[in-house]
Nanobody
Framework: VQLQASKGGLVQAGGSLRLSCAAS????????MGWYRQAPGKQRDLVAL???????NYKDSVKGRFTIARDNSKNAVYLQMNSLKPEDTAVYYC???????????????WGQGTLVTVSS
């Protein structure tokens, strides 16, 4: 299973950016999908997570600014980031919990990471 994320980029504070990520490979089902981020010198932490059906959960500092969505027909997850702040600068990783077979436990998979830089 591979998770391929779109490129991040450089954006000014107050701007917007949309990340996308698609899973490919041997996939029986996908449970939660989401985004984590890791700022320089800090641990990787959760930004937003969305179950296979239902609404997303968000890190407090991004609530009201970021929106997570998924398209199950495309095995894809998206993160719309609005009103970006310099403190949102980080490497963003997409995440998926994937079951590759009917009698196989699900496993966690990660994308390669994409850098988002927000300038002040």
């Amino acid at each position: 299973v591979q998770l391929q994320a779109s490129k991040g980029g450089l954006v000014q504070a107050g701007g917007s950016l949309r990340l996308s990520c698609a899973a490919s490979g041997t996939i029986f089902s996908i449970g939660s999908m989401g985004w984590y981020r890791q700022a320089p010198g800090k641990q990787r932490d959760l930004v937003a997570l969305i179950p296979s059906s239902g609404i997303g959960n968000y890190k407090d500092s991004v609530k009201g600014r970021f929106t997570i969505a998924r398209d199950n027909s495309k095995n894809a997850v998206y993160l719309q980031m609005n009103s970006l702040k310099p403190e949102d600068t980080a490497v963003y990783y997409c995440y998926a919990k994937v079951q590759i077979g009917i009698r196989v436990l699900d496993s966690e998979y990660w994308g390669q990471g994409t850098l988002v830089t927000v300038s002040s």
